[in-house]
């Protein structure tokens, strides 16, 4: 059952987006009365497709839902990079993405970043429907690490980091409420930058001794959270 | 520097392909006397590009080599896929990768198995020069799964098993030096494919409450090993 996600209820039934119902009337070639799932302010309802709306048939029970928030600090990337990041980690549930300017990301600046966003909220919407979420990730603006909300566990991926492992860092301190995840572009951080992330509270970690791209880290540190607060 | 893999010495020198000086001096557009990194029987050189040889300057004491060997089971998946899960496994350590026929892979057998596994070949070569591997991982021919060497730990994701999760598995039986990973298509294992893998020693294991793509279930599960096997 394809599943959708509406900010707007009138009476018993929602509504979807142009995007949406092209996909449910065009793509999928849906007539009236089939079935489909529409999340609305994290509940899940069972709705029919009638016209233009989605009539309520009933509301699903919620599943239980993961308790630690993942967040995750990307600096900004190629645009083929970034959709990819964008997906993979909406897949594995993470909540929140904050992008960062760093010295060496070699991307240009060349349209407005009202435009980015619009483009990665629908790369993300459409992973979390894929993905049968309850929420779809919050993309904050570009922001600079000393500004963001840093409540949590704190980590930063560093290349000279070499005594304190991923491991041991979240063995000790993964009873916490949210998670804060800093990756670097590709060539890393710079030694300035490593260091303001230090002086946010941020704990540099070596991530053992594979050289991944940049793009791989952060569905790497997804998988491994989900592994470990996994019952 | 630059990394090359090569398979043949000729006195203090090493051939490298075609493709590989396209690269140096195309791309990269090297001239004489430039470094490379030329990996020969797993051992590394640092080498200078002197005409159409890559001359030894001297070799590399090896580094510590990852004991437990990875060996991942994939269906046939649509090229796209098939070279992100090459070209990620790689990155993340993969050693062996054997294709197999599912009945839900959609994939059109539309050119010769050869022809696939060059390709394949080429994308982990290019793979583990980019992350500095001191090999490139062995593809096999399709198999069938009753015809692998099954010798390790040997688990297949399963989404019935609810109790048996990856973790619990994991920390049981990490003890071996070789861990088979199976996963299914997109739509999943038949209930009858899964049984055979099941007969072959596999441990059917449930990956946790995110629905991930077919291409991410891979980089996940050696995301997970290599965090679990780290120091």
Not at 2 to 22: A, G, H, P, T, V
Not at 53 to 82: G, R, W
Not at 107 to 115: A, G, H, M, P, Q
Request: overall charge positive; some cysteine.
């Amino acid at each position: 059952v394809q599943r959708y996600f509406s900010n707007i209820k009138e009476k018993n039934s929602f509504i979807l987006n142009d995007d949406d119902w092209y996909h449910i009337r065009k793509v999928m070639r849906m007539t009236d009365d089939t079935l489909i799932e529409v999340v609305y302010k994290n509940n899940l309802y069972i709705c029919k497709v009638k016209d233009k709306f989605a009539v309520i048939d009933k509301m699903v029970e919620n599943e239980n839902i993961k308790k630690v928030k993942y967040v995750l600090v990307v600096p900004l990337l190629p645009e083929q990079k970034m959709s990819f990041v964008l997906q993979k980690a909406t897949e594995l549930g993470v909540d929140e993405i904050i992008p960062i300017f760093t010295e060496r990301s070699k991307v240009k600046i060349d349209e407005k970043e009202d435009k980015k966003l619009l483009r990665w909220n629908r790369i993300c919407k459409e992973a979390a429907e894929q993905a049968k979420r309850l929420d779809i990730p919050k993309i904050s603006r570009i922001s600079n690490i000393k500004d963001i909300n840093t409540n949590g566990l704190k980590i930063v991926c560093s290349t000279k980091e070499k005594s304190n492992s991923l491991k041991k860092v979240l063995k000790n301190n993964l009873n916490c409420d949210r998670i804060i995840m800093g990756v670097g572009p590709e060539g890393g951080l710079t030694d300035k930058e490593e260091q303001v992330f230090i002086e946010q509270g941020f704990i540099p970690v070596s991530l053992g001794s594979n050289i991944m791209r940049v793009e791989t880290v952060p569905v790497y540190l997804l998988s491994v959270l989900n592994y470990e607060l996994m019952e």
